[in-house]
């Protein structure tokens, strides 16, 4: 199985920081991956696909990078809406395997 | 507009069955991979099981916490897809969401599919 590091599991931010989400995987899974916000008592919103791409109707300040082992999720500004927890998701292989979650927090 | 709407979470006895459906609208459900994802309480995601297509003959996976356990299927016709659940341990007490996956990747001519629309979930709580 893939495992998954993401870091931190919290952070404490203002609005208007940039704040970066860390993945990490425990073999390269090529651009496999995909970054997504949960919201309490909601479904899960996916962000970013293929590590880099933006999904449709997401705002431009979410953006992805990496590849192999390494993934990166940035908030360029972060704003009011965007607290919540994220998460990345394999699909590389299965088990298909998600990051244990980072919960962005107003500071 | 994509909509999928999960149903049949309750209480349910250790040991018992319950089985959950989600109706699929506003897309071509037979062309995609279908998953059921679950989050226990206060816990992250967790992937429980996925169903290819027709074209990939409706192939599954599971996770290994619910495999022999757990069945996923679909009804193409109904726009439809089922998670079948016995042996229920308090282990499996989640909200379970039913997810629709796309091509989000290809590698060597062969796609990759990642999860791009969820449903509002199901609670399942396992509990004498």
């Known amino acids: 199985d893939i495992q998954m590091t993401q870091s931190p599991s919290s952070l404490s931010a203002s609005v208007g920081d940039r704040v970066t989400i860390t993945c990490r995987t425990s073999?390269?899974?090529?651009?496999?991956l995909g970054w997504y916000q949960q919201k309490p008592g909601k479904a899960p919103k996916r962000l970013i696909y293929a590590a880099s791409s933006l999904q449709s109707g997401v705002p431009s300040r979410f953006s992805g990078s990496g590849s192999g082992t390494e993934f990166t999720l940035t908030i360029s500004s972060l704003q009011p809406e965007d607290f919540a927890t994220y998460y990345c998701l394999q699909h590389n292989s299965y088990p298909l395997t998600f990051g244990g979650g980072t919960k962005v927090e107003i500071k | 507009e994509v909509q999928l709407v999960e149903s049949g979470g309750g209480l349910v006895q250790p040991g018992g069955s319950l089985r959950l459906s989600c109706a699929a609208s506003g897309f071509t459900f037979s062309d995609h991979y279908m998953d059921w994802v679950r989050q226990a309480p206060g816990k992250g995601l967790e992937w429980v099981a996925r169903?290819?297509?027709?074209?990939?003959?409706?192939?599954?996976e599971y996770a290994a916490s619910v495999t022999g356990r757990f069945t996923i299927s679909r009804d193409d016709a109904k726009n439809s897809l089922h998670l079948q659940m016995n042996s229920l341990d308090s282990d499996d007490t989640a909200v379970y969401y039913c997810?629709?996956?796309?091509?989000?990747?290809?590698?060597?001519?062969?796609?990759?599919?990642?999860?791009?629309?969820w449903g509002q979930g199901t609670t399942v709580t396992v509990s004498s």
């Open positions: 169903t290819r297509n027709r074209v990939k003959r409706y192939t599954t």
């Open positions: 997810a629709r996956s796309t091509v989000s990747t290809t590698h060597n001519n062969i796609d990759y599919y990642g999860m791009d629309a």
């Open positions: 073999q390269g899974i090529r651009n496999d």
